[in-house]
């Protein structure tokens, strides 16, 4: 068998490896045998595969894993995403806002809004906060000065 294929192999079981471990070191080694490959297809001794197998992981390892790292710790179940990082933000009522309905301006979007206080609500161009998003609508509130 070619050595271009065994390296291939070996870096597939690095990957496969990766996804039981998700440490990112495999992964590494996985594109140091993709070196390896390419020293083989090139037609290098078993030597520069070796040395292109350890040339490649250790360089993955040292500048490549420690900012994939980061990027997925930045990732935390705490860290808010999607409609939820809207709620605490102000918004400007571009249609007066009421127990039933409205709209605001959120940065370029403009949203549905309503309140959730009983006859509370808000002109055109009022300041409020954003308290909740109950599906496609914002639920909004007086928007307090700390």
């Known amino acids: 068998m070619a050595a271009w294929v065994l390296w291939l192999v070996a870096s597939g079981l690095f990957v496969a490896g990766e996804v039981a471990s998700l440490d990112l070191v495999l992964l590494m080694f996985a594109g140091g045998a993709l070196g390896g490959a ?4 090139a037609g290098g001794s078993l030597a520069f595969q070796i040395v292109a197998f350890i040339a490649v ?3 993955l390892l040292a500048s490549v894993r420690p900012a994939a790292k980061a990027h997925l710790e930045n990732r935390t179940p705490r860290h808010v995403d999607g409609v939820q990082a809207l709620v605490g933000r102000t918004a400007t009522v571009t249609r007066e806002v009421g127990r039933s ?3 605001i301006r959120v940065g370029a979007d403009e949203w549905t809004a309503r309140t959730d206080y009983g006859e509370e609500s808000f002109p055109v161009g009022a300041t409020v906060r954003i308290l909740q ?5 914002a639920v909004v509130g007086e928007a307090l000065e700390l």
Do not use: C, E
Request: charged fraction near 15%; aromatic fraction near 6%.
């Open 38 to 41: 390419v020293v083989a297809l």
């Open 57 to 59: 992981s250790v360089f």
């Open 101 to 103: 309905s409205g709209r």
């Open 133 to 137: 998003v109950d599906g496609a609508t």
